[in-house]
């Protein structure tokens, strides 16, 4: 019998077990009988294809085994892995991402069908359910650098979800920047759409982007504008990150907590002490949210430069009289 996999659940199939332990001995027996390990997957996936893929998972989560390159090049080319990926909602995002990390070193073309695949099953993108459209991208946000998707993720800029909307703009700059098109989601009259476009062209060298960024800081939007002073404080921008600081004592609790996410993810170590200083204060705010983030920036935040060890007066001397007296 045909079985389907609904939104968030999970088959009780008997054979679930049994296929995975076929599974894990059929790896057991690559070492001495590749052929016939292989052999025996392609006869496993034959009889289930969906429990295989189930299983499947399993397996290529599992401590590293050389026979895992043999189960993800049968998943990643054939069965419903992807449907598994996307609505198995109990398999965490980071595990999905993992997996589709292995596919795709074995298949290359694997993430470009799985995406597709989703936009055909669904005929447009407008019908995709939201769960499904925002989980996928957040797998593709941790498995991809989305460099070859561009086509696919500037369809789900037309989808009814802002979060959606949102989500595939800034993988998009991220993967492929086009400053133009890029430019055009920062006019975007939804706040999260023109957050997200901000963060997508952090870091990029391009002679355009800080010119971008320095209009963004002034956006009306708290978050853009903390989104576009987080990019202009990786790009060195002192007065960038001083005014990042300074939003710590608004009396807004939205801006504090937006500054402290902002402080965590400025990664600039000349600015570790200053922002730890604001951020152990703001770690003792009245606000649930405000503690809350400032100690997650805290956790993260790069470490302050170690200064270079004083030279002693006597030893540099004695170090320039040698030197001098070999010439």
Known sequence: MQQTLDSGTTSTDPLKSDIQAAIEEALAANASDPTGSAASLRALQKQDPLEFARSAVQVL??????????????????????????RQREIPV??????????????????????????????????IPLPIALRLLQILDKASDCSRLTNHLIQFVRHPSQHVRSKSVLLMGRGNLNLNRTKEYLLNPVARVRANAVESIWDHPDAGIRGALVECSRDSNQRVAVNALVGLSRLGDMEASRRLAGMAKSEDPVARAGAAWGMGHVNRPEMAAEFRAVLEILAGDAESKVRDMARRSLEGLAPAPVPEPATEPAKEAESQSSTGAGC
């Open 61 to 86: 989560t599992a401590e590293e085994h050389p026979g895992q390159k043999a189960v993800a090049e049968l998943v990643a080319t054939t069965g419903p892995v992807a449907d598994v990926l996307l």
């Open 94 to 127: 980071p595990v999905a991402a993992a997996v589709i990390k292995r596919l795709n070193a074995v298949d290359p073309l694997f993430e470009i069908r799985m995406i597709r695949k989703v936009i055909q099953d669904h005929r447009e993108v407008n019908a």
